[in-house]
């Protein structure tokens, strides 16, 4: 699974899982199912309320079909565009496969980004059915189509594959044990969930963001705990951290 390291406002760096081909795709079609039901519901509403006068006063349905094509053209046209400003870069498809449109910063997409991706399905999706898209998806470092470079947006995972609670964090700890930094109580249940992840990470992915992900992590939590002394060994540290926290909350 592909990953991209954002830098925040805070200037800590956070690794983000990429969307794959698949989940984008399978997001593409969920949206296109739901826009066809929908399409069709609006069918059956026009055809029962309005249909039997028009097709009367047309004997060849050509009014009927004229309303159609323009309620069809703008829904398919523009549902993905629309959705992703209302809702913050998701569709209902992207929503259900838990992807999310954002700028490559992290930072949420604007308007403008999101048109100027949109803009380029024509190309990356409509023309080539999706082929060019997948070929970008699948070769580029960040998995970007043609319209995620040209507005230097990524697509995100909401939902990480490792996904953990405190109940996972009690297993480590005993009963006998005497917590180190009983000031460990000021963290919150967020900090204490990033700081298992950020070990889980870096002992299965040991690359160089990673390591370098910890480093700032152990120094962000020696600063906001006033530990002046920090262990050689950072990973050690923030289990202890996570043992401290779980004994002195639970």
Same mark, same amino acid.
């Given at each position: 699974m ?9 200037n ?6 990429? @969307?794959?081909?698949?989940?984008r795709?399978?997001?593409?079609l ?10 069709y ?10 249909g039997s ?6 004997? =060849?349905? &050509? @009014? ?11 829904? !398919?046209?523009?549902?993905? $565009? ?12 992207k @929503?259900?496969m838990?992807? %999310?449109?954002v700028?490559a910063?992290?930072?949420?997409a ?7 991706r ?5 190309? =990356?999706?409509?023309?080539s $059915? ?15 189509r $043609? ?9 995100? %995972? &909401?939902?990480?594959e490792? %996904? !953990?609670h405190?109940? =996972?964090i ?25 700081i298992?992840?950020?070990? =889980? ?28 002394e ?5 990973i ?5 951290l ?6 002195l909350?639970?």
């Amino acid at each position: 699974m592909k990953q991209i390291d954002i830098l925040t406002s805070n200037n800590v760096t956070i690794q983000y899982q990429l @969307a794959s081909v698949l989940q984008r795709g399978l997001a593409y079609l969920l949206d296109s199912v739901f826009v066809t039901i929908a399409l069709y519901i609006l069918y059956i509403i026009i055809l029962l309320f309005a249909g039997s006068m028009i097709i009367s006063n047309n004997g =060849d349905g &050509t @009014a009927i079909w004229t309303i159609i094509i323009l309620f069809v053209i703008p829904i !398919y046209a523009f549902y993905d $565009l629309i959705c992703e400003i209302l809702f913050k870069g998701q569709s209902a498809g992207k @929503a259900i496969m838990g992807i %999310r449109v954002v700028k490559a910063n992290g930072q949420l997409a604007e308007p403008g980004d999101l048109f100027i991706r949109w803009a380029y399905r024509l190309v =990356d999706v409509s023309f080539s $059915l999706g082929g060019i898209a997948a070929i970008f998806i699948s070769s580029s470092q960040n998995n970007q189509r $043609l319209g995620d470079l040209a507005a230097n947006t990524v697509v995100i %995972r &909401t939902k990480p594959e490792n %996904r !953990y609670h405190l109940r =996972d964090i009690l297993q480590l700890t005993k009963k006998d044990y005497t917590p180190t930094y009983p000031q460990v109580t000021s963290l919150s249940d967020e900090d204490l969930l990033l700081i298992k992840n950020a070990i =889980d990470k870096v002992q299965g992915y040991p690359n160089d963001a990673n390591k370098k992900f910890v480093l700032k992590l152990v120094k962000k939590s020696a600063e906001m705990l006033n530990i002046e002394e920090i262990p050689k060994n950072k990973i050690t540290f923030l289990k202890t951290l996570l043992k401290d926290y779980v004994m002195l909350t639970r």
